[in-house]
């Protein structure tokens, strides 16, 4: 499907989808099915179609749903290495023990059960890119190789001697905040500085609001398409709701929604009554208030008063129509710092009129 274009002005009485206009191919394919209208989401697509070209290393950040892995295949895809494989490894889901011959194969023989030769997945994906997902929870003593891999392109098999060049380039992906975690002595820092070469923030989807509704009516097109029914038109105060709940699982927390409320609905409408009661209520989910409260991990402190300050930035900013003075006199700091403070966190003002 198409990006869509919203109308200049959208209120909240006109954010039916049928008030929608697409707008055409997109520039390249490899944006098909990604959504985003909003300032922040246009500029991490031309960041995508700028840094495609080159063999410079990603590091994306953000939330988990906000579209890592969704970025990073446009980025393949916009890329000359399309055509090429992209291969994905996880590195917090795949068993630490397994991580080292994952990443780099094993001869006959190296350990019991490696019956023949294996390529890794750095020698499967020479020629095109590799994705390392969550490298936030890979070990320190993984991380040594990887580094040697990205500095110097070449590595051995478990249990070979011959060393191997590779040219795949690099895409990486956390949800973490990596910086903090060097600071906490769990990420090597040389590895990070490799890594940091372009980042690029996925923004939460609670901090573009507008791309919601564009959202919303692509999922009700997807499973309305799979599910074989009609594509719902959403009332105005559902799309309410749905734009002002914080969605903490953000897209693929609202794209789970609508597929449920596709398959289980007959009918043509989307109405607040077809939305669970955390959505109607504007909850924040009860797991999150306890993660917070009492969780038995804990939360990082730093990243709980980040995203409150990011909130109270937000709040104060929209409150104010973006008037950076007023907004720093309601939050009672100096218009530098607010400035500061809206630089660091990415913040936008969104593109319609809400
Ligand atoms: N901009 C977007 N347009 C359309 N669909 C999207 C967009 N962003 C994310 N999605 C969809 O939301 C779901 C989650 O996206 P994705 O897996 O890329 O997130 P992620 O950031 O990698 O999450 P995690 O950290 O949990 O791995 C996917 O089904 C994806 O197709
Ligand atoms: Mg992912």
Same mark, same amino acid.
């Given at each position: ?49 700028? @840094? ?34 992209? @291969? ?7 068993? +630490? ?54 500095? +110097? ?80 038109? @959403? ?26 409320? @596709? ?92």
């Amino acid at each position: 499907m198409d990006r869509y274009l919203g109308k200049n002005s959208m209120s909240s009485s006109n954010l039916t989808p049928n008030k929608i206009i697409p707008i055409g191919p997109t520039p390249s394919p490899a944006f098909k099915d990604i959504i985003g209208q909003s300032p922040s989401m246009k500029k991490i697509f031309r960041m995508v179609e700028k @840094v495609a070209g080159s063999d410079t290393t990603i590091l994306l950040n953000g939330e988990t749903g906000t579209g890592k892995g969704v970025i990073a295949r446009a980025i393949h895809e916009c890329s000359p290495r399309r055509g090429k494989p992209l @291969v994905q490894i996880n590195c917090g889901a795949t068993p +630490e023990g397994l991580l080292e011959s994952e990443f780099f194969g094993y001869r006959r023989g190296a350990f019991t059960g490696a019956v023949s030769d294996k390529p890794g997945k750095f020698e499967i994906a020479n020629g095109g890119t590799i994705f390392l997902d969550e490298i936030g929870d890979m070990s320190t003593d993984l991380q040594v190789k990887v580094l040697r891999v990205l500095e +110097e392109g070449e590595f051995e098999r478990v249990g070979g001697r011959e060393t191997i060049k590779v040219d795949a380039r690099i895409i990486a992906a956390t949800h973490r905040d990596l910086e903090e975690e060097v600071q906490k002595g769990h990420f090597r820092e040389d590895l990070f500085y490799r890594l940091y070469v372009i980042p690029i923030m996925l923004p939460a989807l609670r901090e573009r609001k507008n791309d919601i509704p564009f959202l919303v009516h692509h999922f009700l097109e997807e499973f309305a398409r799979k599910n074989q029914k009609r594509i719902m038109n @959403v009332a105005p105060d559902a799309m309410q709701l749905l734009m002002s709940y914080p969605w903490y699982g953000n897209v693929r927390e609202l794209k789970n929604l609508i597929e449920r409320i @596709v398959v289980l609905k007959d009918g043509d409408a989307l109405g607040v009554e077809d939305l669970p009661e955390k959505v109607r209520l504007g909850e924040m989910p009860v797991g999150r208030r306890r993660d917070a409260a009492e969780g038995e991990e804990g939360i990082s402190f730093q990243t709980a008063v980040s995203e409150f300050e990011k909130a109270l930035i937000l709040s104060a900013l929209e409150k104010t129509n973006w008037v950076k003075n007023r907004a720093a006199d309601l939050l009672q700091i100096k218009r530098t710092t607010l400035v500061e403070k809206i630089k660091r966190y990415q913040l936008e003002k969104p593109a319609g009129d809400l």
